[in-house]
């Protein structure tokens, strides 16, 4: 079971009404595009925090792990926009050669505005996941009547994410288990070897979920058993 599904069972919340939690999380998604103001992110970035760690009593460590992740690609994004050559009006810059490269005004504003609307969605994205079991965000979006083929899509990425994870914990085990990251070479080649076969066991997992599906009459809904 994946770190996120165990606090989905276990949270405070996790008798709280799946449909309130989803409107809640959708919409301060929503309302932070709408309103798009720096205090409005905040505070949804401050609100969802509140709930996951203060309510639902979601250790902080695993919390602030989990956001790092998605946090250092956000970072190098942002940095790419915040960052701009030859421009002008710099409110700060250095020359290299003779190439001016700094941070405009109007850059460094995109910039924050666009980390903080990420950050407010991400935070009410791990609020829902973190509080919420998907059998119940399922149920959930069946009675908000939400169309079957986005939901038959949400199952099949949430289940090939599960795959890509099970798949890769178990080469890395083998690997470690045969002394595969001894050594920087013997690492670079663990690597390369892990991804190769991850890639052919992946197929292999998918074709075995299809024939599995078409065994059990699958035709295009998940039948939960209500």
Same mark, same amino acid.
Do not use: W
């Given at each position: 079971? $994946? $770190?996120i599904d165990k606090y989905a069972y276990t949270n405070k919340l996790r008798n709280c009404s799946p449909q309130a939690k989803i409107l809640l999380a959708c919409g301060a998604m929503i309302l932070s595009r709408i309103i798009n103001n720096y205090y409005f992110d905040l *505070?949804? +970035?401050i609100l969802m925090s509140v709930l996951i760690v203060g309510i639902a009593k979601i250790p902080f460590k695993s919390y602030f792990k /989990? $956001? *790092?992740i998605p946090l250092s690609f956000l970072l190098v994004s942002i940095l790419a926009i915040i960052i701009s050559i030859n421009d002008v009006n710099y409110i700060y810059y250095f020359k290299f050669i003779n190439i001016y490269i700094g941070i405009t005004l109007n850059s460094f504003t995109t910039g924050t505005k666009l980390f903080t609307t990420v950050l407010s969605s991400l935070t009410s994205v791990y609020f829902l996941i973190l509080t919420t079991p998907i +059998?119940? +965000?399922i149920r959930a979006l069946n009675k908000l009547k939400?169309?079957?083929l986005f939901i038959e899509l949400m199952v099949l990425i949430y289940r090939s994410i599960f795959i890509f994870i099970e798949e890769a914990n178990n080469?890395? /085990?083998?690997?470690?288990m045969k002394f595969g990251y001894e050594n920087k070479r013997n690492s670079l080649k663990s690597i390369s070897l892990l991804i190769r076969n991850l890639f052919i066991r992946i197929f292999i997992k998918h074709n075995e979920m299809n024939i599995s599906l078409e065994c059990k009459l699958y035709d295009g809904e998940f039948k939960l058993g209500d």
């Amino acid at each position: 079971m $994946l $770190l996120i599904d165990k606090y989905a069972y276990t949270n405070k919340l996790r008798n709280c009404s799946p449909q309130a939690k989803i409107l809640l999380a959708c919409g301060a998604m929503i309302l932070s595009r709408i309103i798009n103001n720096y205090y409005f992110d905040l *505070l949804t +970035i401050i609100l969802m925090s509140v709930l996951i760690v203060g309510i639902a009593k979601i250790p902080f460590k695993s919390y602030f792990k /989990m $956001l *790092l992740i998605p946090l250092s690609f956000l970072l190098v994004s942002i940095l790419a926009i915040i960052i701009s050559i030859n421009d002008v009006n710099y409110i700060y810059y250095f020359k290299f050669i003779n190439i001016y490269i700094g941070i405009t005004l109007n850059s460094f504003t995109t910039g924050t505005k666009l980390f903080t609307t990420v950050l407010s969605s991400l935070t009410s994205v791990y609020f829902l996941i973190l509080t919420t079991p998907i +059998i119940d +965000i399922i149920r959930a979006l069946n009675k908000l009547k939400v169309p079957s083929l986005f939901i038959e899509l949400m199952v099949l990425i949430y289940r090939s994410i599960f795959i890509f994870i099970e798949e890769a914990n178990n080469i890395h /085990m083998a690997q470690t288990m045969k002394f595969g990251y001894e050594n920087k070479r013997n690492s670079l080649k663990s690597i390369s070897l892990l991804i190769r076969n991850l890639f052919i066991r992946i197929f292999i997992k998918h074709n075995e979920m299809n024939i599995s599906l078409e065994c059990k009459l699958y035709d295009g809904e998940f039948k939960l058993g209500d």
